[in-house]
C-alpha cells in the first residue's frame, strides 16, 4: 500500500502522542514489554511509567475491567522488591537525619528513590510482612558509622508497610498479608489501619495473624479509635484471619469509617459487633465465618434490624452442630429477597427458610448440605424463576474431600405431570447456566460389578420395574437436561476420594460414593437429546458409572457418518459456534476401570518379589487400551488423565505405544494433564500444537521402588524446549514430582541407559536457542517441584521472556 | 429479500462512498448518529478520515459483515490474530497510525484492538534500540539516566 497524502508531516505525529491510544495500547504490553518501552526515550518514559507502575508486583497482563478476577502475579523478584521499600525507608530516614544535622545544607541533587518517586502511579499493590523483613543494608550501617552514632535499631515490619502506603497516594486497591508479633507491631498496625490508608482505596484485604499473642487480650482493644478520615471510596473489604484459632478482629470503628462498604468478608462476629453490622447501610455483600450458635443469632438479629441492602450471602460453617433453627431464622430474617446464598449443612427449616427467597434468587450453593433431601431440590429449581446457578457438590479445590449425600432422585428431577405425564416447565429453564448436582436414582441393570470389581452389595442399584424402565427414564433425564438451554456448566460427579494420599486408601473406598444409578451417558441410552445444548462448556462424569468409552454399534437409524466410539460424531467443530454435542469432555481416564484397584494391588506385591508376569502384563493393557479409545475425539480440549495410573511406573515404555495412538487424534486440545510425560512426549511433539496448558506429571518417588524410578523421574532440559518449541502456544508448563536434569537430550536414550561420566554433555543456553531456533517463547507459568534446583533453569530464564510464575512445589513423600 | 439501505460519506478531501447500512453499524459513531437521526438524505461528512484510510476502513468493515463475534471480540490479550486480519495490517506505519487514530474516531472497537495489537507486536521482544529504529525515536537520555531506568525495574 503506497503513501497516501504527504507523510513528512505525519511521521513526526504518531499515536503514542495521544495519551488516550496509549491507554488502549498498554492492555496488550506485559510488564518485561513496559520495562523495554520505558527506557527508549524520555517521552515514552513518561508515557508507560504509569502503567509499568500500575500494578505491583506486577500482574501479566492489565485487567480490563473492574470485575475481572485479578491476573497472577509476577513473583520472581520477590527479594528484589523488599529492597528496593527499604532502601526507599531507609534514604528517606537518611534524608531527614541528614536534613536535621545539616539545618540549610539541603540535599536536593539525589534523586528520590524509586518507590517514593512512583508511588502516585501505584494503583494496585500486594504486600507480604514475611516479604519486608528488615535486613540491615551496608551502606545506611556505614554512614551511621561515621557519623559516629549507632545503627538504628531494626523497625518493626508494619513500619516498611506503613511506609510504602504513604508514597502511594492514589492507591486503588490493597492486599497485605501480615502478622503481629509483639505489642510493637501490634502499635505499627493500629498506625496502619487508623491513617496509613489512602482515601482513594477502593479494594482492602488483610490477611492478618497472631500467632503468638494470647486471643483476649484482643477484644478489648480497637485497631483506631475511629476518629481519622472516613473512607468513602472503600467497597470491599475482607479482614481474615490465617490460623485455625478464630478470632474477631478489632475493626469495628474501622468499619464506621467505611461509609460506603459494600462487601464484607470477615473471620467471625462477636457481641461487640451489635449494631454495627447493622448501619452498614450500603453492604450487598457478606461473608463470614459462623462457628456457635451465639454468633449465629447475633447474625440474626443483625439481618433483621438493619442491612437494608444486603443481597449475597456466604456463611462458612466450621462446627457441626449448628442447630436448624438457627440456620433458619438466620435465612428468613432478612426482610428483602437475597440474590445469593451460599451456606453449608441445613435441613428442612433451613431449606424452607431458604425456599422463601426463591423468587429473587440467582446463585444457591448448598454444599455439605446433609439433609437437602430430594424434594427440596426440586422444589428449589422448579420455582426460582432466576436462578442462574445451583451447586450442591463441593469443588475440586476444596481442602477436604468430602462425599456428598445431597442427590436429586431422577424421578424428581424428571418432575412430570401425573395425568398428561408432560414435563412440567421450571422456572429457570432460561436461565440457569451451572448445574452441579448428583442425578441418582436410575436402574441400571447394566451394572454387574462395583467400582473395584467386587459384588454388588444391596441398595447400590435398583432393580427395574419392567424391562427397560431404566431407559426410559434415564431418557426423561436428558429431556429435562436439554430444556436448560444456557447450560454452560453440567456436573454430576465430582473427585471425592483423597487421591494425594495413597496410603490412606481403605480396600474397598473406592466403591463408596462412587454413583452406580447414575445416567448412562451412552448415544443409546439418548444422549444426542442434549444436542441442544450449545453453550455446554464442562461436563463432569466423574466417579459415575457410564458407559463412555464402551464401544457402540451404531443402530440402523443413526447418522451414518457417525462412528462407533462415543462423541466422535459429534466433533466435527466448526469454529463458528454451532457447537458439537459435547464440546468439552472433561473426563478421568479411569472413571470406569472396575478392575483399577485390584491390578494396583496384585502390582506392587508382584514387584516385591521381582517378578512381573507377562500375562498379566497383556491383560493390563488390553483393559487400558480399551479406555484409550474413548480418547478419540478430535472435539476434545481438556484432557486429565488420571493420577491413579502414576503408581504403574514400570510400565511406562510399554505403555507408550497405547499413549501415542490415542494422543495424536487430538488435534484441538488445549488443556492436558498427563502422569507419564514421557509417553506423551512424542506425540506431543508432533500433533498438539494448540495446547495452552501442559501439565506433565510423573510419578512421585516411591521409596520402595527407590533407584528404578528415580531414573524416570527425569526431566531433560532439552526436553521443556522441545516440547516449548512443538507446541508454540503453551502459556503454563507444569511437572510435578520431577528432578530436573541438566543433561543434552539425547534422542535415542533408553530407559535405564547408564550414561558414562565422560559423555555427560550439559545442555546449556546455546542449545536452547538452537533449539527454539528464533521463536519467542510464550510461557508465562511454569511449575516445578523442588528437586528440579533452580539453578539449572536460571541460565535460561532470558530465553522466557513471559514467564511470569517460575513456582517450585514441596514435595511430597 | 430487502434492500439494506445506504448511507454516504464523505473524506476529509470530499471523495464521496456509498456503502450498506450494515457495515456502517460497525462503527459506533455512524450507528448511533443514524439511530437518533435517522434516514439522512446528505452525506455523513468524516473530515478526520481520508479519503484512502476510509476505503480501508470499509475493507474490513465488510470483509466481517457477517462476522456474528464481531462485538463481542476478544478481550483476550493472547488470542491469535487470524490470516486475513494480519495481512490487513501489513502497510507503513504512518497509514497504520491513521488506522488506529480512524479506528478511534469512527468508534469501530475490533479494528481498534487489531490495530493495537499489532503495534504491540511490534513493540514487543525487542530491545530499547530496536523499539528506536523502527518507530523512528531518538534517545534523549543521558547516559546515567538510562543506567538508572534500567535498575530500576529488574
Not at chain 1, 3 to 26: C, G, K, W
Not at chain 1, 509 to 524: A, F, N, P, R, V
Request: charged share 25%; aromatic share 8%; proline share 6%.
Amino acid at each position: 500500500m503506497s503513501t497516501l497524502f504527504p507523510h513528512h508531516i505525519l511521521l513526526t505525529m504518531s499515536p503514542f502522542d495521544i495519551p488516550e491510544l496509549v491507554d488502549q495500547l498498554r492492555y496488550y504490553l506485559s510488564p518485561h514489554d513496559l520495562t523495554v518501552c520505558v527506557r527508549v526515550s524520555k517521552a515514552w518514559n513518561a508515557m508507560f511509567i504509569p502503567y509499568l507502575w500500575y500494578s505491583v508486583p506486577p500482574t501479566a497482563y492489565l485487567v480490563r475491567r473492574e470485575d475481572d478476577p485479578p491476573l497472577e502475579s509476577y513473583r520472581r523478584h520477590d527479594d528484589r522488591f523488599s529492597q528496593l521499600v527499604q532502601r526507599d525507608y531507609l534514604s528517606t530516614l537518611l534524608q531527614a537525619h541528614i536534613n536535621n544535622n545539616n539545618n540549610n545544607n539541603n540535599n536536593s541533587n539525589s534523586p528520590l528513590p524509586v518507590t517514593s518517586r512512583n508511588g502516585r502511579w501505584i494503583r494496585v499493590l500486594e504486600l507480604q510482612q514475611s516479604f519486608l523483613q528488615w535486613k540491615p543494608i551496608p551502606a545506611f550501617i556505614e554512614h551511621a558509622a561515621t557519623e559516629g552514632e549507632t545503627t538504628p535499631e531494626s523497625p518493626p515490619d508494619p513500619e516498611f508497610i506503613f511506609h510504602m502506603l504513604q508514597q502511594c497516594t492514589r492507591l486503588q486497591r490493597l492486599q497485605i498479608e501480615g502478622r503481629v508479633n509483639d505489642a510493637q507491631e501490634l502499635e505499627s498496625w493500629s498506625k496502619i489501619l487508623g491513617s496509613g490508608l489512602p482515601r482513594t482505596i477502593t479494594n482492602f484485604t488483610l490477611v492478618i495473624d497472631y500467632p503468638r499473642v494470647q486471643i483476649e487480650q484482643r477484644t478489648e482493644e480497637n485497631w483506631d479509635n475511629g476518629e481519622e478520615e472516613p473512607l468513602p471510596s472503600l467497597r470491599i473489604l475482607n479482614v481474615t484471619c490465617q490460623s485455625s484459632r478464630l478470632y474477631s478482629p478489632p475493626l469495628l470503628k474501622f468499619i464506621t469509617r467505611c461509609t460506603h462498604l459494600e462487601s464484607l468478608h470477615i473471620s467471625r462476629l462477636n457481641e461487640t459487633w451489635t449494631g454495627v453490622l447493622g448501619e452498614c447501610l450500603h453492604l450487598k455483600s457478606l461473608r463470614i465465618v459462623i462457628f456457635d450458635t451465639k454468633s449465629a443469632q447475633l447474625l440474626t438479629d443483625e439481618l433483621r434490624n438493619g442491612l437494608p441492602s444486603l443481597a449475597n450471602i456466604h456463611i462458612d460453617c466450621y462446627f457441626e452442630d449448628m442447630r436448624d433453627q438457627d440456620l433458619a431464622n438466620m435465612f428468613s430474617a432478612c426482610r428483602t429477597g437475597w440474590r445469593s446464598i451460599n451456606a453449608p449443612c441445613i435441613d428442612k427449616l433451613a431449606v424452607e427458610a431458604i425456599v422463601q427467597h426463591c423468587p429473587t434468587m440467582e446463585e444457591l450453593s448448598l454444599k455439605r448440605a446433609h439433609e437437602l433431601s430430594s424434594k427440596h431440590m426440586q422444589q428449589i429449581l422448579s420455582s426460582s424463576p432466576r436462578l442462574r446457578s445451583f451447586i450442591t457438590l463441593i469443588d475440586e479445590d476444596d481442602s477436604l474431600p468430602y462425599i456428598d449425600a445431597s442427590q436429586i432422585l431422577a424421578l424428581d428431577f424428571i418432575d412430570a405431570d401425573s395425568s398428561s405425564d408432560f414435563l412440567r416447565p421450571w422456572a429457570c429453564e432460561s436461565t440457569l447456566t451451572v448445574l452441579r448436582a448428583k442425578i441418582l436414582g436410575i436402574p441400571r441393570p447394566d451394572i454387574t460389578k462395583t467400582y473395584s470389581g467386587r459384588p454388588l452389595e444391596d441398595g447400590m442399584v435398583l432393580p427395574e420395574d419392567y424391562v427397560g424402565q431404566g431407559q426410559d427414564i434415564g431418557r426423561r433425564v436428558y429431556e429435562r437436561l436439554a430444556r436448560f438451554t444456557r447450560l454452560e456448566r453440567l456436573e454430576l460427579g465430582h473427585e471425592d476420594r483423597d487421591v494425594y494420599y495413597p496410603s490412606r486408601k481403605i480396600r474397598g473406598l473406592d466403591d463408596i460414593g462412587h454413583q452406580y444409578t447414575c445416567l448412562e451417558m451412552s448415544l443409546k441410552s439418548g444422549l444426542r437429546i442434549l444436542e441442544g445444548l450449545k453453550q455446554l462448556r464442562v461436563l463432569s462424569v466423574v466417579r459415575m458409572a457410564t458407559l463412555i468409552g464402551v464401544e457402540e454399534r451404531s443402530s440402523p437409524s443413526s447418522d451414518p457418518t457417525s462412528s462407533p466410539s462415543t462423541y466422535c460424531s459429534a466433533s466435527k467443530s466448526t469454529k463458528n459456534g454451532t457447537s458439537p454435542l459435547i464440546p468439552l469432555l472433561w473426563h478421568t481416564i479411569d472413571s470406569s476401570l472396575p478392575t483399577w484397584h485390584k491390578i494396583l494391588k496384585e502390582f506392587d506385591s508382584e514387584h516385591a518379589q521381582g517378578q512381573m508376569d507377562e500375562q498379566w502384563l497383556q491383560l493390563l493393557f488390553n483393559k487400558y487400551a480399551h479406555h484409550i479409545r474413548a480418547l478419540e475425539n478430535p472435539g476434545l480440549t481438556f484432557l486429565h488423565m488420571s493420577r491413579n495410573l502414576r503408581r504403574l511406573g514400570n510400565l511406562a515404555n510399554e505403555l507408550g505405544q497405547f499413549h501415542h495412538k490415542a494422543l495424536s487424534g487430538l488435534k484441538n486440545l488445549v488443556t492436558f494433564s498427563d502422569p507419564y510425560y514421557r509417553l506423551s512426549l512424542p506425540a506431543l511433539l508432533r500433533s498438539l500444537p494448540l495446547v495452552k496448558h501442559l501439565c506433565l506429571e510423573l510419578p512421585r518417588w516411591n521409596r520402595l521402588l527407590d533407584t528404578l524410578e528415580l531414573k524416570k523421574g527425569l526431566v531433560y532440559i532439552g526436553d521443556v524446549f522441545n516440547i516449548l518449541k512443538h507446541c508454540p502456544n503453551v502459556v503454563y508448563l507444569g511437572f510435578e514430582g520431577v528432578r530436573l536434569e541438566p543433561i543434552k537430550y539425547f534422542e535415542d536414550m533408553e530407559y535405564g541407559d547408564d550414561v558414562e561420566e565422560e559423555e555427560v554433555v550439559l545442555f546449556g543456553v546455546e542449545d536452547a536457542k538452537a533449539v527454539l531456533g528464533g521463536m519467542v517463547c510464550q510461557l508465562e507459568r511454569l511449575c516445578m517441584s523442588r528437586r528440579a534446583r533452580f539453578e539449572h533453569m536460571q541460565q535460561f530464564l532470558p530465553l522466557l521472556p513471559y514467564l511470569a510464575k517460575c513456582h517450585f512445589e514441596e514435595e511430597q513423600h | 429479500m430487502s434492500a439494506h439501505s445506504q448511507i454516504l460519506l464523505t473524506s476529509s478531501e470530499g471523495t464521496e462512498f456509498i456503502i450498506d447500512r450494515d457495515i456502517a453499524d460497525k462503527s459506533m459513531l455512524l450507528k448511533c448518529m443514524l439511530e437518533d437521526i435517522g434516514e439522512i438524505g446528505q452525506a455523513v461528512p468524516l473530515p478526520n478520515v481520508s479519503g484512502p484510510i476510509l476505503t480501508k476502513v470499509i475493507e474490513y468493515c465488510t470483509h466481517h459483515r457477517d462476522d456474528p463475534n464481531f462485538l463481542s471480540a476478544n478481550d483476550d490479550v493472547a488470542a491469535d490474530i487470524d490470516e486475513w486480519d494480519l495481512e490487513y495490517c501489513k502497510v507503513d506505519q504512518g497509514t497504520l497510525y491513521e488506522l488506529i487514530l480512524a479506528a478511534n474516531y469512527l468508534d469501530i472497537k475490533p479494528l481498534m484492538d487489531l490495530t493495537c495489537k499489532t503495534v504491540a507486536n511490534m513493540i514487543k521482544a525487542k530491545s530499547p534500540e530496536e523499539i528506536r529504529k523502527t518507530f523512528n525515536i531518538t534517545n534523549d537520555f543521558t547516559p546515567d539516566e538510562e543506567d538508572q531506568d534500567w535498575v530500576d525495574e529488574h
